[in-house]
C-alpha cells in the first residue's frame, strides 16, 4: 500500500503553571513560512484585558489573536485560547467557544481544545504538553496520541510544575519527552518534515 | 472514530429526532453540542448511543432532562465586572430619563445576571420604575430565578465582582445565608418576569430599551445567530441597547449596520 506523506498543519500547546517563559520560546522560534497554525492554551486569571496577545506579538512576525466566536482559522497565525471560555473547533476553518463548566478547576481547558484539534486535524497535529500543577491536557494528549499526531512532552525534570507532564507520561506513551529549552529547536526540525502515517 | 463516543450520524439522528418535541438543534455548533452529549452519556452512565435515543423517545422526563444538560447553564454575577461598571456609569444614565424601563435577560439560564442587573437598577433608583424580563428555554431554571437561592460557595467570588463593577455597599446585605445557600432579598425579584421562550422558535413579544444576551449565541452557527441579532432588533427601540458575550460579536449579520458599538466591551447601541 503506498503511504501518503503528511504534512504538519497545526502546533497545539498546553501549559499551566511555569509554562509561560518556554511557550514565549517557542512562539519566537515559530515557523515563518506561514504554512503552520499555532494554538495556545494557557490556564490563566480571567483577565478581560489579557497581556498574552500583546507578549506574543513582540516576539513573532505572525498574527496574533485571543480567539472570539467563530473566528476563522489560518495557517500562519498564533492563535490564544481566550480567558474564561473552553476554545473548539467546529471544523479545519472555524472555532467555536464553550463557557461551559470548567475542568479540572480551568476554563479555557487543555484537554478540550486538545481533544477538539485530535478530532478535526487528526495526524497533521502536534500537541506539546508542558509545565503545570495540574491534570488538565494529559487526557486530551493521548486522544491527539490516538488519532495519529505527534506528542510531545516537556520533561518533568525540566518543569517549574511536574505534575502535569507526569500525567501524561502516565497515561501514555509520548513520542519524545524532552527538557524544556530543546522544545523549540525541535518543534521546528519536525514542522520541517513531512511524516508517514 | 474512537475519540468521540457520538458519531456525526447518530448526532444527526439525535437532533432530528429532538426537532420532533419542539427543540430545534440544527443550526448549534457542533463541537460543543457533541461535548455536551458525550459528558450527558458519561454522567448518566449511558453505555450507548442506542440506549439514550431510547430513552429520549420513550421517557417525557428523561427528554427534559436532555434540554437542560444539552443547553449551557453556567452563568455567574456580575461576570465581567467591567461590563457591569459601564452599565452604571454610561448606559443606566440614558434609561433614568425613559419614563419606563423594559429590559429582557434573552436565555438568562438560573439568573445571576438578572440579579446582577436587578442590583444596579436598585442602586441607581431606578428598580421601582422597570420591569426585567427573564426568559430561557429551560423550564427549571426560570423555578430558580423565581426563588432566587443561589449556592453560597459562589458569592465570595460575586461579591468580588460586584465591587469591580463600581458596587459601593456590602454585598452580603442582599441576601440571607443559611446553610449552603444564599436567599436574595424579595425586593429584587418584584419586578421580574420570568418566561420560558425559545431563541430559535420563538418571535418577538414586547420593545426593550436594554436586551442581555451573553454567551448564548457562541452556542450557535452564524445561520442562527444571524436570525436571533434580528430578532433582537426588531425587539429593541431605537436608541436602546444591546449586550453580548466578551467575546461575541454582531459584526458579520445582517443588521451591523443599525448598530454602534460603544466600547471595547461588548455593548451596541441601536442607532436606526
Known sequence: MAQNKIEYKVVVVGGSAGSLDIILKIISNADATGSILYIIVIHRKNDTNSMLPGLFSSRTKLKVKEVEDKDYILPGHIYIAPPDYH??????????????EKIYFSRPSIDVTFE????????????VLLSGANADGAHGLSTIHRAGGFTIVQDPKSAEADYMPRQAIDKLKPDIVISADKIPDFLKNLILTPHNN | MEFNIIKDDELDL???SLSDYGYDFTNYARASLKRRINRLLTIDRIPSFAELFYRVKNEEEYLTHVIEE??????????????????REKVLPVLATHPFIRIWHAGCATGEEVYSMAILLEEANLLHKSLIYATDINPSVIENIKRGIFSLGNLKQYSEN?????????FSAYYTAKYDFAKFDNRLKSKMVTATHNLVSDRSFNEFQLIF?????????????DKVLTLFD??????????????????????ANNFMQLDKEKIWRKIK
Not at chain 2, 162 to 170: A, N, V
Not at chain 2, 213 to 225: A, G, M, P, S, T
Not at chain 2, 234 to 255: C, P, Q, T, Y
Open chain 1, 116 to 127: 477538539s484539534v485530535a478530532e478535526i486535524f487528526g495526524a497533521s497535529a502536534i500537541g
Open chain 2, 234 to 255: 426588531e425587539s429593541l427601540e431605537k436608541l436602546s441597547f444591546l449586550v453580548l458575550g466578551s467575546k461575541e460579536n454582531l459584526g458579520f449579520s445582517k443588521v
Open chain 2, 14 to 16: 439525535l437532533v432530528n
Open chain 2, 162 to 170: 460586584y465591587i469591580l463593577s463600581g458596587g459601593k455597599k456590602d
Open chain 1, 87 to 100: 476554545l473548539l473547533l467546529e471544523n479545519e476553518h472555524t472555532f467555536s467557544l464553550d463557557a461551559s
Open chain 2, 70 to 87: 444539552l443547553t449551557v447553564n453556567v452563568t455567574e454575577m456580575f461576570r465581567d465586572p467591567y461590563v457591569f461598571k459601564f452599565l
Open chain 2, 213 to 225: 444576551c451573553r454567551n448564548v449565541l457562541i452556542y450557535f452557527d452564524k445561520v442562527l445567530q
